[in-house]
């Protein structure tokens, strides 16, 4: 069977075909970085005039790559939610008018559900139940993944997400968007005994975070030392040290307070270099396994959504008609 993956939560056109017995056949994904980076962040408009340039010939690229006809497509699996509203609506309706010409399933796939099965797209993949950490640019939260559909939610930031943070500081740091690499690019040069910066709510009960502190900590520390390039990567080290070592803690919480030994690792934050060391090591010391999806996987893409939906596919969560309808605040 053939699953049609089409993913436009935000900035990124992803289209991808999984194959229920071969796994992915193709994936394509544009990212619409250098559209938005002149305006230092995402443009809600921008964004979806691109996903509708982009989407009809990234999946015409992707059957081409996967040798199939359209009709041997048998189900559309696309982002109903959460995202901007606008980049959702491309992607549903095109997903939904492909399924209706040709008469098969369309399954809406919430978003950041597709980003904790993304590491079941590897080799080295986990079994339920597990931990799992997402990280991403608009949802940093741990949950309790007991089998496919069941998350408990054991703790999610209260204001910034980690990536929306990165973002945040590398513009206080004069860097170009989207921050995440460049802060860690910056923070190679840094020294990471000038400055120390706090570890937000590891002290306090609970596996909650908070992030909004550290942009402000980094913009007054920034006020105080100077503007010099190596002051900047000092601070660019020194606030990336907290991000992961406060992710670090609250995973090691997690997982003893579960009594799990598994934790997977998703969204687009999880690419960070540092902090797959961070938690490469707590998985050892504690002699547990981590699993991350590639690194072509941690962002938004159209294979976790092919792959999502065909999991819903096979209990029966798909569409009973055509109807578009996107949902720009989804709970899991």
Same mark, same amino acid.
């Given at each position: 069977?053939?699953?049609?993956?089409?993913?436009?939560?935000?900035?990124?056109?992803?289209?991808?075909?999984?194959?229920? =017995?071969?796994?992915?056949?193709?994936?394509?994904?544009?990212?619409?970085?250098?559209?938005?980076?002149?305006?230092?962040?995402?443009?809600? @408009?921008?964004?979806?005039?691109?996903?509708?340039?982009?989407?009809?010939?990234?999946?015409? !690229? +992707?059957?081409?790559?996967?040798?199939?006809?359209?009709?041997?497509?048998?189900?559309?699996?696309?982002?109903?939610?959460?995202?901007?509203?606008?980049?959702?609506?491309?992607?549903?309706?095109?997903?939904?008018?492909?399924?209706?010409?040709?008469?098969?399933?369309?399954?809406?796939?919430?978003?950041?559900?597709?980003?904790?099965?993304?590491?079941?797209? !590897?080799?080295?993949?986990? @079994?339920?139940?597990?931990?799992?950490?997402?990280?991403?640019?608009?949802?940093?939260?741990?949950?309790?993944?007991?089998?496919?559909?069941?998350? @408990?939610?054991?703790?999610?930031?209260?204001?910034?997400?980690?990536?929306?943070?990165?973002?945040?500081?590398?513009?206080?740091?004069?860097?170009?968007?989207?921050?995440?690499?460049?802060?860690?690019?910056?923070? =190679?040069?840094?020294?990471?005994?000038?400055?120390?910066?706090?570890?937000?709510?590891?002290?306090?009960?609970?596996?909650?975070?908070?992030?909004?502190?550290?942009?402000?900590?980094?913009?007054?520390?920034?006020?105080?030392?100077?503007?010099?390039?190596?002051?900047?990567?000092?601070?660019?080290?020194?606030?990336?040290?907290?991000?992961?070592?406060?992710?670090?803690?609250?995973?090691?919480?997690?997982?003893?307070?579960?009594?799990?030994?598994?934790?997977? +690792?998703?969204?687009?934050?999880?690419?960070?270099?540092?902090?797959?060391?961070?938690?490469?090591?707590?998985?050892?010391?504690?002699?547990? @396994?981590?699993?991350?999806?590639?690194?072509?996987?941690?962002?938004?893409?159209?294979?976790?959504?092919?792959?999502?939906?065909?999991?819903?596919?096979?209990?029966?969560?798909?569409?009973?008609?055509?109807?578009?309808?996107?949902?720009?605040?989804?709970?899991?």
């Amino acid at each position: 069977m053939n699953i049609l993956g089409i993913e436009t939560s935000c900035d990124e056109t992803g289209v991808a075909i999984y194959n229920s =017995k071969k796994g992915i056949l193709a994936h394509k994904l544009y990212s619409q970085v250098d559209l938005h980076a002149i305006y230092g962040g995402v443009v809600p @408009e921008l964004a979806s005039r691109d996903h509708v340039r982009k989407i009809l010939p990234l999946v015409k !690229e +992707v059957l081409a790559e996967a040798n199939l006809k359209e009709e041997e497509i048998k189900a559309v699996a696309y982002t109903a939610g959460p995202g901007l509203v606008g980049a959702l609506l491309v992607g549903a309706a095109f997903a939904v008018s492909f399924a209706l010409a040709r008469q098969i399933p369309a399954i809406p796939v919430h978003h950041m559900e597709a980003h904790l099965l993304a590491p079941l797209l !590897e080799e080295k993949r986990p @079994e339920f139940p597990f931990i799992a950490l997402l990280v991403s640019g608009g949802h940093t939260f741990l949950a309790n993944v007991s089998e496919f559909g069941k998350y @408990e939610i054991l703790g999610e930031s209260l204001d910034d997400a980690a990536g929306e943070a990165f973002d945040k500081v590398a513009k206080i740091l004069g860097l170009d968007y989207p921050g995440g690499p460049q802060i860690a690019l910056l923070a =190679k040069k840094g020294n990471s005994k000038r400055f120390k910066f706090p570890r937000p709510m590891v002290n306090r009960p609970g596996l909650d975070f908070s992030f909004s502190g550290l942009k402000t900590y980094a913009l007054n520390t920034l006020h105080t030392a100077g503007n010099d390039e190596q002051t900047r990567a000092d601070i660019a080290l020194s606030f990336q040290d907290a991000v992961v070592d406060t992710l670090r803690i609250k995973c090691k919480r997690a997982l003893e307070w579960t009594g799990l030994k598994k934790l997977i +690792v998703a969204g687009g934050v999880s690419a960070n270099q540092n902090l797959r060391a961070a938690l490469n090591k707590l998985a050892k010391d504690i002699s547990g @396994e981590v699993y991350y999806p590639r690194l072509e996987f941690c962002t938004d893409n159209g294979a976790m959504i092919a792959y999502a939906g065909y999991r819903r596919f096979l209990i029966g969560n798909y569409q009973k008609d055509y109807a578009i309808n996107v949902y720009p605040r989804w709970k899991l």
